[in-house]
């Protein structure tokens, strides 16, 4: 029988218990997580049309939430599988409406809440073996730094001098190595296209205020949302956003310890929320931990400035935020990601010393850089094939 104890390795600058803190290495980690949450913004507001207002003030109230509650660098991201399918299905078929996404988001917010409530979600996890979930912690690191390097194919030459360049800088207190790939991200951006430049400097400040997204929902729109976008997540959500999520939270910060029953409950409860004035289905993913912390982050201000600056954008700058994030080369968000990626990987529990646990790692690491939610039943299914002697490796 594999030990379940877990060892942890605080940070060396982590704080014990002193609350959020607001200085100027949080404010660099509150962007370490711009590589996965600019695309996908980006595709929902692009692709499917969707308002920016609603995403924006639905994430960035979540942040602000779960920076104040939490006080550790737990992020609030999209969740990647739906994110992917409802862009997808949008130019393919039409079918993914902003309506499908609200009813996706809807859905979601019902089941983790119920999950968590009735503590199911916290009797799911025992079930999963330590194995499993350093496969899943180490799949999403190296899942996140395959994804960084194909993002850094659009432009070698920039992501070179970008990757270097934050390397040299990263742990250097005085100058965040954030703050500088943000700016040398920004001025490269308005280099290589000067018009984005021209026509945000064109642009009103106007503002907008929150509206109730779900009083037009037709049956075939929630059904499209249930069925193709919110259910295949569950499994990916259940392995990255809970899981994976409350060891690596407290394998860092075991002085503010969460459950699997308190994630599950706030993922639905942010996700009600976030249907309810037209948002997207967001989780607590681990990946988003990691970025934030390797930019500095240490306490939950890094979430709560990061919550506060989408706030801003969604009241004040919502008519623009769309030409705001093409500023920002994929080449540039691609380090940001990779080293993400890196950071997770990085900090993942040593590997077992059993040869078969090991395969078991291995492979669950391996499926889960192509899909968390397969990557997480096949792990599962191979951990008892190796408890019962058939794995010969």
Not at 67 to 92: C, D, H, N, S
Not at 110 to 118: N, P, Q
Not at 178 to 192: C, D, K, P, S
Request: charged content about 10%; proline content about 5%; aromatic content about 10%.
């Amino acid at each position: 029988m594999e030990n379940r104890e877990r060892i942890h390795y605080p940070l060396p600058d982590a704080v014990a218990a002193s609350g959020n803190r607001y200085d100027r290495m949080e404010w660099a980690g509150a962007f370490g997580d711009l590589g996965t949450l600019i695309p996908f913004i980006a595709a929902y507001i692009g692709v499917l049309k969707m308002d920016p207002f609603g995403v924006l003030f639905a994430f960035g109230m979540a942040m602000l939430v779960a920076g104040l509650y939490y006080q550790t660098p737990i992020p609030v991201q999209p969740m990647k599988a739906i994110g992917a399918v409802a862009a997808l299905q949008a130019v393919q078929t039409a079918i993914v409406t902003p309506a499908a996404v609200y009813s996706a988001a809807l859905v979601t917010g019902c089941a983790w809440l119920f999950l968590g409530l009735t503590g199911l979600a916290s009797r799911l996890a025992k079930m999963v073996p330590p194995t499993v979930v350093i496969g899943i912690v180490f799949g999403l690191g190296f899942g996140f730094m395959l994804q960084g390097i194909k993002m850094m194919q659009s432009d070698w030459l920039i992501a070179v001098i970008a990757g270097i360049g934050t390397l040299l800088l990263m742990g250097n207190k005085k100058i965040p190595a954030m703050f500088v790939l943000l700016a040398f991200g920004v001025l490269v951006g308005v280099l290589q296209n000067p018009a984005l430049l021209d026509a945000l400097s064109k642009t009103d400040i106007a503002f907008h205020a929150p509206t109730f997204a779900l009083g037009a929902l037709s049956w075939n729109q929630f059904f499209v949302g249930a069925v193709l976008l919110a259910l295949p997540q569950l499994p990916l959500t259940l392995g990255n956003a809970v899981i994976a999520i409350k060891e690596e939270n407290n394998r860092l910060f075991p002085q503010r310890a969460v459950t699997e029953g308190g994630i599950s409950i706030s993922t639905g409860i942010m996700n009600l929320f976030s249907a309810s004035v037209g948002g997207v289905p967001m989780c607590h993913g681990a990946g988003g931990m990691a970025g934030h912390i390797a930019f500095g982050a240490r306490t939950g201000g890094s979430v709560v400035i990061l919550g506060g600056v989408l706030l801003v954008l969604a009241f004040f700058f919502s008519d623009s935020v769309d030409l705001l994030f093409k500023i920002f080369p994929a080449a540039v968000l691609g380090v940001i990601l990779f080293l993400s990626g890196a950071q997770l990987a990085l900090g993942c529990s040593a590997f077992p010393t059993d040869r078969g646990a090991r395969a078991v790692v291995l492979l669950t690491a391996a499926l889960c850089m192509w899909n968390v939610g397969a990557g997480f039943v096949a792990g599962i299914v191979l951990h008892h094939v190796h408890q019962r002697g058939w794995l010969k490796m």
